[in-house]
């Protein structure tokens, strides 16, 4: 088992992951882009949880995907995401953090603020223009969840541990 801390995301629909991937690429600094487009829902679990957390997430995805869709622009200060509202997914992760309470760091045992971040470490007049931008040709829009998936954090990039479709979905 590694000593390397554990992510846990969404996994997009191939059509959702490569729109949001897309502006990703065009408007994340290169430099800085070490892993694609993703929605976070932990940050930092235990390692130690690895066993018990693929046997949640396999329990968790053999239900239907939870609706989501992409709800507006956020500013990230130096940056900018997509905020993403579902109730379904929202629920899933608080059982997930019920499950692993007392185990959770700091950054995964507060609120959560679904968003897939486009765009981060540029200057706050860069990251206003995109935003100005995108929410001038922003509407709301479905949101595909085909899955989870975890990962080992290995410093900047990550590596794969498994990905859990969810009954129907693709990943």
Known sequence: MSAAPIIVTA???AADFAKL????RQHYP????????HLTLFAHLPPSLEQEL???LAAVTTAAPPRARLAGVIDLGSGTALRVESEGLEALRDDLADAFHGLLAMQDSGPWHPHVTIQNKVEPREARTLQVRLRA??????LT???????R????????IRRYP???GRV
């Open 145 to 151: 969840i085909a899955g989870l998936a975890s990962w």
């Open 137 to 142: 040709g922003f509407a709301p829009e479905p």
């Open 54 to 56: 693929g046997r949640r």
């Open 21 to 24: 991937d897309g502006l990703r």
């Open 30 to 37: 290169p430099e800085r882009n070490q892993v694609p487009a």
């Open 153 to 160: 954090y290995l410093g900047g990039p990550w590596q794969a």
């Open 166 to 168: 969810f009954r129907g």
């Open 11 to 13: 996994l997009f629909g």
